[in-house]
């Protein structure tokens, strides 16, 4: 059954809902039919509170732009931003497999496999930090994988706070995994202490270390 957000699409864009793939505390994953494929479509909801989201159009859009422009082939940027009066909405091309669908799953990938996926996704980062893009949310489920193992860093996190307080677990769940595994990749220098020395603003610029971080 569609869920009852499915009434916050506009059909002049032509998507079907078919099935939504996770529920985050950010954003819902939802898998949809467009007249050219499947396309998922990250969906956030405005709470009643007037949000203004065009710096965070901005980047994304800069991201988009960047990486259009240039040969990119193992970068999958958003590729289509809109926004209504009840959510914002994000789209890209669906893949069946993400990183970790393709570790768990037969046939089990031997290690000339992994080391290829390994060497792919540290150039898809080394490309990104090259023209001054961070991702901020490196992990198994933002790295797709073809069925003929090409790998694709996707689901660039501009939008997410770049630092959070240690003490307060609520914000962990920005970054978590949505797989029920509750594991998170977040660098350590990302956190900080409420009250401490420390006062950053949660939507600072992503420093490329923080990715290395989380590749490894």
Request: proline share 5%.
């Given at each position: 059954?569609?869920?009852?957000?499915?009434?916050?699409?506009?059909?002049?864009?032509?998507?079907?809902?078919?099935?939504?793939?996770?529920?985050?505390?950010?954003?819902?994953?939802?898998?949809?039919?467009?007249?050219?494929?499947?396309v998922l479509v990250k969906v956030y909801f405005k709470r009643g509170d007037f949000i203004d989201l065009r710096d965070y159009e901005q980047r994304l859009?800069?991201?988009?732009?960047?990486?259009?422009?240039?040969?990119?082939?193992?970068?999958?940027?958003?590729?289509f931003w809109l926004e209504t009066d009840k959510a914002a909405y994000l789209l890209r091309q669906y893949f069946f497999n993400n990183l970790h669908d393709r570790l768990s799953t037969r046939p089990f990938l031997c290690v000339v496999e992994k080391k290829w996926l390994a060497f792919q996704l540290l150039y898809a980062v080394k490309q990104s930090h090259e023209h001054g893009v961070c991702h901020g949310d490196i992990k198994c489920e933002n790295v797709l994988v073809t069925s003929w193992n090409w790998l694709y860093l996707a689901d660039f996190a501009s939008f997410k706070p770049t630092y959070i307080p240690h003490d307060d677990p609520s914000d962990f769940s920005f970054f978590f995994d949505t797989g029920g595994r509750r594991r998170c990749y977040l660098a350590p220098e990302r956190f900080y202490e409420h009250g401490g020395e420390m006062h950053v603003a949660p939507d600072a610029p992503l420093k490329p270390s923080m990715d290395i971080f989380a590749v490894g």
């Open positions: 059954m569609i869920p009852a957000e499915g009434s916050y699409f506009n059909t002049q864009y032509n998507l079907v809902l078919k099935e939504v793939l996770g529920r985050g505390r950010f954003s819902k994953s939802i898998l949809c039919k467009h007249d050219e494929g499947l859009s800069k991201i988009r732009d960047i990486f259009t422009c240039l040969d990119h082939p193992h970068v999958w940027p958003f590729q």
